[in-house]
Nanobody, 115 residues
Framework: QVQLVESGGGLVQPGGSLRLSCAASRIGFSIYTMGWYRQAPGKQRELVAS???????NYADSVKGRFTISRENAKNTVYLQMNSLKPEDTAVYYC?????????WGQGTQVTVSS
């Protein structure tokens, strides 16, 4: 059974940084497009960033220049470095793995940006 396990969430002040990690198991990690999504209370889940197997990246306009997605295939892990965090970045962040008709989700990790 495929598992995606996120870590690194928490409470941070505005302007601070966090690094999220997502460790994948029982999956051909290197061939999957990996993504980070987030869902704030009362809002729909939205794509934050994604990285393909060839390391092409894509970002939501709201995080461009502040967030960086990367992957380490040797460790089956994808990261999301989040800098200059804003209160509106507060959400549950989910890891996603997708390839053709296959898609998997992690359980989510809470990120709260507040003073």
């Amino acid at each position: 059974q495929v598992q995606l396990v996120e870590s690194g969430g928490g409470l941070v002040q505005p302007g601070g940084s966090l690094r999220l990690s997502c460790a994948a198991s029982r999956i051909g990690f290197s061939i999957y497009t990996m993504g980070w999504y987030r869902q704030a209370p009362g809002k729909q889940r939205e794509l934050v960033a994604s990285i393909t197997s060839s390391r092409t990246t894509n970002y939501a306009d709201s995080v461009k220049g502040r967030f960086t997605i990367s992957r380490e295939n040797a460790k089956n892990t994808v990261y999301l470095q989040m800098n200059s965090l804003k209160p509106e970045d507060t959400a549950v962040y989910y890891c996603n793995a997708a390839r053709r008709q296959q898609e998997y989700w992690g359980q989510g990790t809470q990120v709260t940006v507040s003073s």
